[in-house]
């Protein structure tokens, strides 16, 4: 399984950007798919989470702020970044868990990564 994640860059603090990932491959079903990020010096940490249910977990820091949603069509998940503060700054990194065509084994796929860089 595949991830693309794309939608990074450099915005100013207060504005927005919206980041995608895409997954492809032998996937039978998909069940969580997520975001988390990691600045240097730290640990990656979980920005947004979402389930088949589309329940939806949020890091503190980032409630009302930002939003995730899913695509099941397009195996798509999404991450709506709005009033970005300088500390959002880091590689962000989409994951997703489901099962797999054919074996119908459990996978967990991570993607390549995606720079957001919030600065005046």
């Known amino acids: 399984v595949q991830l693309q994640a794309s939608g990074g860059g450099l915005v100013q603090p207060g504005g927005s950007l919206r980041l995608s990932c895409a997954a492809s491959?032998?996937?039978?079903?998909?069940?969580?798919m997520g975001w988390y990020r990691q600045a240097p010096g730290k640990q990656r940490q979980l920005v947004a989470s979402?389930?088949?249910?589309?329940?939806?977990k949020y890091a503190d820091s980032v409630k009302g702020r930002f939003t995730i949603s899913r695509d099941n069509a397009k195996n798509t998940v999404y991450l709506q970044m709005n009033s970005l503060k300088p500390e959002d700054t880091a590689a962000y990194y989409c994951?997703?868990?489901?099962?797999?065509?054919?074996?119908?084994?459990?996978?967990?796929?991570w993607g390549q990564g995606t720079q957001v860089t919030v600065s005046s």
């Open positions: 994951t997703v868990q489901g099962i797999l065509t054919l074996t119908f084994r459990p996978f967990a796929s």
């Open positions: 491959g032998s996937i039978s079903e998909i069940n969580v």
């Open positions: 979402i389930d088949t249910s589309d329940i939806t």
